[in-house]
């Protein structure tokens, strides 16, 4: 393959103080980052934020604050680089449009995100249509310096970020390096709607993207909704996340690739039986991970750790008859994955787990992939039976792994599984009140709250309340 070499951007800016009348006219040093190596040097701005126009320009490179009470478009490609962070108050709104530009914000390997909303004023991403539909503008990429399985242009752990980014500005797509602290900010309390336009066939943008992201950066309450792609996707890295919501999407809630190794807590995912990924191939599922698309063994393997996630699957809310054709499993683990699922609930999918291929169901065997305290409800075929040389089902209900299985979704007791009306904590009488188990050696290190409870929420839980939103398009 033809090595492209990236320039070398020189940007100068000047930096004006947040005072209305002292002005700092001296520009920053020049920065110069080599953006083709798999690790970069984060350089960082002054302490100074100015305050970003009405439509945010293509290239944020000073310190910049979007103001609480305000609302902002994002109208095409908008890179945070240059060592400048994007400063996002409670309460703001940023509209991205559709065409022709295809609004997207991407926080490069050289800048980084502040976005700290609340639980009484959360950040809302949303669609500039009038009326809005899955698939109106990018969505969210963070790219950091955490290791990952690819290579590019003979670079090994440097990737090109999904979605015609690089392609649209050359060196500001990749992702990957050896740094796994990298720190790409704060997201807290963020709203993501509409999100997951397609650049090109098979070619798209995600809600919530991350490439390499380190596990410095912090990632809480966040909810996608209408994704037109994925609505979570890592492609390696090493952050850890909490409070995730996937919301009506298209294709799969939470995908993990190229040696994703973070630790995800307390996550929700809530299908429409009518909204699936229509393309020739599309498969929607809960979770789908790969170790690569090749399915080799390259290192870092995939091997994120999940808990306490609760999946409602389309059966929850329509009849097998009336959901969408393109609806597969609560979780395909597939392409060598190693990834372990804990202490979680998945109701009303087709098939509720499917370890795929030879080399995954190894993993299994040797519990390099766990599956435990897991509660399946209301799935005609609970387990896929897997190769002649390994019984799926049986490994699924192994003793020790504590898993069970319920004929109907409203087994579950669920409060309510209702698109508009949704809860997920258990109502009385649940077996998901208890069952919780935290001995496996993956769930130390303190990363991971310890629950008694199944699923993402607790009886009378309302850590999804007042800051999400669950309603109609």
Request: charged content about 15%.
């Amino acid at each position: 393959m033809k090595r492209i070499l990236f320039p070398v951007m020189f940007l100068a800016v000047i930096i004006t103080s947040c005072g209305k009348d002292d002005k700092n006219d001296t520009p920053p040093p020049t920065q110069q980052v080599d953006m083709t190596k798999a690790t970069i040097e984060r350089t960082s701005n002054s302490t100074e934020f100015k305050e970003a126009p009405e439509t945010l320009p293509k290239q944020i490179t000073t310190n910049t604050v979007l103001k609480t009470g305000k609302t902002y478009l994002l109208t095409q490609f908008t890179f945070v680089l240059n060592g400048a962070t994007i400063k996002i108050e409670p309460g703001v709104t940023i509209k991205g449009s559709k065409s022709p530009d295809k609004g997207a914000l991407i926080i490069t390997r050289n800048g980084k995100i502040d976005a700290q909303g609340t639980a009484a004023a959360p950040i809302v991403f949303t669609s500039s249509q009038a009326t809005p539909n899955s698939g109106d503008w990018g969505g969210i990429i963070l790219l950091g310096n955490a290791q990952n399985n690819g290579a590019k242009d003979g670079v090994a752990g440097l990737q090109a970020i999904e979605g015609g980014v690089n392609e649209t500005a050359t060196g500001y797509g990749l992702h990957g390096g050896t740094k796994a602290d990298d720190n790409s900010g704060v997201m807290k309390y963020v709203r993501i709607e509409y999100p997951g336009i397609a650049f090109a066939v098979n070619d798209e943008i995600n809600g919530l993207t991350f490439g390499s992201v380190g596990s410095g950066t912090t990632i809480d309450y966040i909810q996608v909704s209408y994704s037109g792609d994925d609505s979570f996707e890592w492609f390696g890295g090493t952050v850890n996340c909490k409070h995730l919501i996937a919301y009506r999407g298209t294709d799969d809630d939470f995908d993990t690739d190229n040696g994703f190794s973070g630790k995800i807590q307390f996550g929700i995912s809530v299908r429409d039986a009518a909204i699936a990924d229509f393309g020739p191939s599309g498969a929607s599922n809960g979770f789908e991970s790969d170790n690569d698309a090749d399915g080799t063994t390259k290192t870092p393997q995939t091997s994120a750790i999940f808990s306490n996630m609760t999946m409602v699957g389309p059966y929850a809310n329509a009849t097998p008859e009336a959901t969408a054709a393109p609806y597969k499993r609560g979780a395909h683990i597939r392409r060598n994955s190693k990834i372990s699922i804990f202490n979680s609930v998945f109701v009303g999918w087709p098939v509720g787990l499917f370890l795929d291929g030879a080399l995954t169901e190894a993993s299994a065997t040797s519990n390099a992939l766990e599956y435990k305290n897991n509660t399946i409800a209301g799935s005609p075929l609970v387990v896929a039976p897997g190769t002649a040389a390994f019984n799926a089902p049986n490994w699924f209900s192994t003793a020790g792994f504590a898993n069970s299985t319920l004929v109907a979704i409203a087994d579950a007791k669920l409060t309510n599984t209702g698109y508009t009306t949704f809860d997920p904590t258990p109502a009385a009488g649940s077996p998901l009140l208890a069952g919780a188990d935290f001995t496996s050696a993956k769930l130390g290190g303190g990363a991971f709250t310890t629950t008694t409870y199944v699923g993402a929420a607790a009886a009378g839980d309302s850590w999804f309340k007042g800051w999400t939103k669950f309603a109609n398009k």
